[in-house]
C-alpha cells in the first residue's frame, strides 16, 4: 500500500498547496466535500468502481471531526503529513484507517474489511498485480507478526512497533499518499478572483504548524 514520496522544497510546496487548493475548489465550490462526492471522484480517479469501499474508509480516515464533511483544513493537514510526516505519524494515520470503531485497538475484523477493500480497488483498477496472498491470508499473517500478547487485537504501539521492525508489514500498512491526493480529481482552469494566495498560504501555516 505505502510508498516512498518525493518532498518538495519550500517553494514548490507553497506553488503545489496552491493547486491542491485550486482543484479541491473547482470541485467543491461550498469548500466541502461529501462522502458521495469523494467516492465518486475516487472511483473517476482510479477508473474502478471497486474502489468505492475503500474510498468510503479514506473519508471516514479524512473526516477527523467525524461530522461526514471533508474540508480543505481536514484535507491539507492529511496530504501534508502523509508526505512530509515522520514514519510514526503516517503509521498513526494509517492506525486511525484501520481503527473503524475508533476504541483505540483494531480486531481481525477491522483489518480484514479494510484489506478487502484495498485488495478489490487493486485488482478492479489493476493498480497492482494480484496479490498471491488472499486477503485474509494477508490480515493472518499480519495479526500473527503484530499481536505480540496475543489477546486478538493491535494495540496503536503494536501496530507502530511492529510496522518499523517489519519493512513489508509496514508496506502493507502504510497509507500511499496518492489515494488521498485531489489529483485523481477531474479539473479544469477557472478564475478564483475571491481566493487570495497569500491567505492561503498564511492559512497553510496556520493549520500545518500550530
Request: glycine share 6%; charged share 30%; with cysteine.
Given at each position: 500500500?505505502?510508498?516512498?514520496?518525493?518532498?518538495?522544497?519550500?517553494?514548490?510546496?507553497s506553488s503545489e498547496?496552491?493547486?491542491?487548493?485550486?482543484?479541491?475548489?473547482?470541485?467543491?465550490?461550498s469548500g466541502l466535500?461529501?462522502?458521495?462526492?469523494?467516492?465518486?471522484?475516487?472511483?473517476?480517479?482510479?477508473?474502478?468502481?471497486?474502489?468505492?469501499?475503500?474510498?468510503?474508509?479514506?473519508?471516514?480516515?479524512?473526516?477527523?471531526?467525524?461530522?461526514?464533511?471533508?474540508?480543505?483544513?481536514?484535507?491539507?493537514?492529511?496530504?501534508?503529513?502523509?508526505?512530509?510526516?515522520?514514519?510514526?505519524?503516517?503509521?498513526?494515520?494509517?492506525?486511525?484507517?484501520?481503527?473503524?470503531?475508533?476504541?483505540?485497538?483494531?480486531?481481525?475484523?477491522?483489518?480484514?474489511?479494510?484489506?478487502?477493500?484495498?485488495?478489490?480497488?487493486?485488482?478492479?483498477?489493476?493498480?497492482?498485480?494480484?496479490?498471491?496472498?488472499?486477503?485474509?491470508?494477508?490480515?493472518?499473517?499480519?495479526?500473527?507478526?503484530?499481536?505480540?500478547?496475543?489477546?486478538?487485537?493491535?494495540?496503536?504501539?503494536?501496530?507502530?512497533?511492529?510496522?518499523?521492525?517489519?519493512?513489508?508489514?509496514?508496506?502493507?500498512?502504510?497509507?500511499?499518499?496518492?489515494?488521498?491526493?485531489?489529483?485523481?480529481?477531474?479539473?479544469?482552469?477557472?478564475?478564483?478572483?475571491?481566493?487570495?494566495?497569500?491567505?492561503?498560504?498564511?492559512?497553510?501555516?496556520?493549520?500545518?504548524?500550530?
Amino acid at each position: 500500500m505505502g510508498q516512498a514520496a518525493v518532498l518538495p522544497s519550500r517553494r514548490e510546496e507553497s506553488s503545489e498547496l496552491y493547486q491542491w487548493f485550486r482543484k479541491f475548489i473547482h470541485e467543491c465550490p461550498s469548500g466541502l466535500i461529501t462522502l458521495h462526492e469523494f467516492q465518486k471522484h475516487f472511483c473517476d480517479g482510479t477508473g474502478a468502481r471497486g474502489s468505492a469501499e475503500y474510498a468510503e474508509e479514506i473519508f471516514r480516515t479524512l473526516d477527523s471531526n467525524g461530522d461526514g464533511l471533508v474540508d480543505f483544513r481536514e484535507y491539507v493537514v492529511a496530504i501534508s503529513m502523509l508526505i512530509e510526516g515522520s514514519a510514526v505519524e503516517k503509521l498513526r494515520w494509517s492506525f486511525k484507517l484501520y481503527d473503524k470503531d475508533k476504541d483505540g485497538t483494531i480486531t481481525r475484523e477491522e483489518m480484514l474489511e479494510i484489506m478487502q477493500a484495498v485488495y478489490k480497488m487493486s485488482v478492479a483498477a489493476s493498480l497492482t498485480p494480484q496479490n498471491s496472498m488472499t486477503a485474509e491470508e494477508c490480515t493472518n499473517r499480519i495479526f500473527q507478526r503484530l499481536d505480540k500478547d496475543n489477546n486478538a487485537i493491535i494495540s496503536l504501539v503494536e501496530f507502530i512497533e511492529g510496522a518499523l521492525r517489519d519493512d513489508w508489514i509496514r508496506e502493507m500498512l502504510e497509507c500511499d499518499p496518492s489515494t488521498v491526493m485531489v489529483e485523481r480529481f477531474k479539473y479544469s482552469t477557472m478564475h478564483y478572483g475571491t481566493f487570495l494566495r497569500e491567505d492561503l498560504l498564511h492559512a497553510w501555516r496556520y493549520y500545518c504548524f500550530i
